[in-house]
């Protein structure tokens, strides 16, 4: 079968879920349907590496609203929702993490402790927050070391996991939390978004995409294909929720706007 027909439509799309329901990010997060979705299409054999940010929420599981979780009969820290393994790391350091988880295992692996069934995946999850600022050096330099790992970016445009400030990736003329319309500087974010795809494809990763959980054939069909190639896998998420930073003001200055 050729892979493109592995999805071709959404009843292709495997039943079997690795994430059980129930967590404390916003409903309708896009970038948490993207986990799900690059879960499905990587099967179950799979260590998430997370620095700071949305997803880190997901270690808060079982989640009660009330906080210290009195309703709970188990202590919500260490569980997530997710099957699969999960090492949380500092904000900058998440690809460097996974360079540590992928010659742990390639270590067991050489010494026969583990089989080559046994081997898992190794996806770096972060939000814009780590992918477009502290952690990028990290990310360059696992990609300059041809690093065998999966980077999943979903893109919320600002420092979605505090109170929503402005970052190099929020677009020009957006009101976030700190670039709050003023009357000398009436577009909100007078900078411009880093072109972070750009950065990642100047380094030469050995598969790039673009992708969105919204477009969901498309997106299983692209992490499916990037499973066939060994070294670094970047997906660039655009994420499909409601958009974090206002952006009422932006039309307005949509001529000097570069996006
Ligand atoms: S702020 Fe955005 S990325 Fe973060 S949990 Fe909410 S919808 Fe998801």
């Known amino acids: 079968m050729m892979r493109e027909e592995v999805y071709r439509t959404v009843k292709n799309i495997q039943h079997e879920e690795h994430m059980a329901p129930g967590n404390p990010l916003c409903a309708g997060c896009g970038g948490l349907l993207a986990v799900r979705l690059f879960h499905k299409a990587l099967g179950s054999n799979v260590v998430w590496v997370n620095a700071a940010g949305c997803m880190t929420m997901l270690s808060l599981y ?14 919500p820290f260490p569980h997530s929702p997710i099957q699969s393994s999960w090492l949380y790391t500092a904000f900058a350091s998440a690809p460097a993490g996974a360079q540590g988880v ?4 390639d270590v067991l692996i050489r010494k026969g402790r583990i089989s080559g069934k046994e081997d898992l995946k190794v996806v770096v ?30 893109g919320n445009e600002a420092y979605g996991n505090s109170v929503f400030q402005m970052l190099s990736s929020t ?36 598969c790039l995409a673009t992708e ?31 958009r974090a930073v206002g952006t009422t003001r932006r039309k307005q200055f949509a001529s000097r706007s570069l996006e």
């Open 102 to 105: 992928r010659d742990a295992l």
């Open 62 to 75: 079982p989640y009660s609203p009330i906080p210290p979780f009195p309703h709970s009969p188990i202590p």
């Open 125 to 154: 999850v972060t939000g814009d927050g780590a992918a477009f600022g502290i952690g990028l050096r990290s990310t360059l330099g696992a990609i300059q070391r041809n690093l065998d790992f999966y980077y999943l970016r979903y």
């Open 212 to 242: 969105s959980a919204f477009r969901t054939v498309d997106f299983l069909q692209k992490v499916e294909k990037s499973t066939h190639i060994n070294g670094p896998n970047c997906s660039y998420h655009r994420l499909a929720a409601p």
């Open 171 to 206: 677009p020009f003329g957006s009101s976030s939390a700190t670039t709050e319309p003023t009357p000398l500087f009436p577009e909100g974010n007078s900078g411009r978004k880093r072109d972070l795809f750009e950065i990642w494809k100047a380094q030469k990763p050995s």
